[in-house]
């Protein structure tokens, strides 16, 4: 059965940083285009940062220079590294690997941005 486990939320003060992890379990990680998305309260679901098979990253224009994705197909894990943070990043953050129309999820992590 894959699995996705996520790691490395918390509480965190704004204009602090935080790193997310996801590892994931029986897949073949190297092939899968992997993503973080976050749900606020209230809110729908939304992409947040994505990064392809062959390194290419993109990102929602909210977190546009603050975030960082990244991944290392050795350990099988997808980062994602917030800088900057503001109370509007309070969220669940969750991972999803993509192949074709295949589709997996973490079940998330909570960030709080707050002082």
């Known amino acids: 059965q894959v699995q996705l486990v996520e790691s490395g939320g918390g509480l965190v003060q704004p204009g602090g940083s935080l790193r997310l992890s996801c590892a994931a379990s029986?897949?073949?990680?190297?092939?899968?285009?992997m993503a973080w998305y976050r749900q606020a309260p209230s809110k729908q679901r939304e992409l947040v940062a994505v990064?392809?098979?062959?390194?290419?990253?993109n990102y929602a224009d909210s977190v546009q220079g603050r975030f960082t994705i990244s991944r290392d197909n050795a350990k099988n894990t997808v980062y994602l590294q917030m800088n900057s943070l503001k109370p509007e990043d309070t969220a669940v953050y969750y991972c999803?690997?993509?192949?074709?129309?295949?589709?997996?999820w973490g079940q998330g992590t909570q960030v709080t941005v707050s002082s």
């Open positions: 029986r897949i073949n990680f190297n092939i899968y285009t």
């Open positions: 999803k690997a993509n192949f074709a129309s295949v589709g997996y």
């Open positions: 990064i392809t098979s062959l390194g290419t990253t």
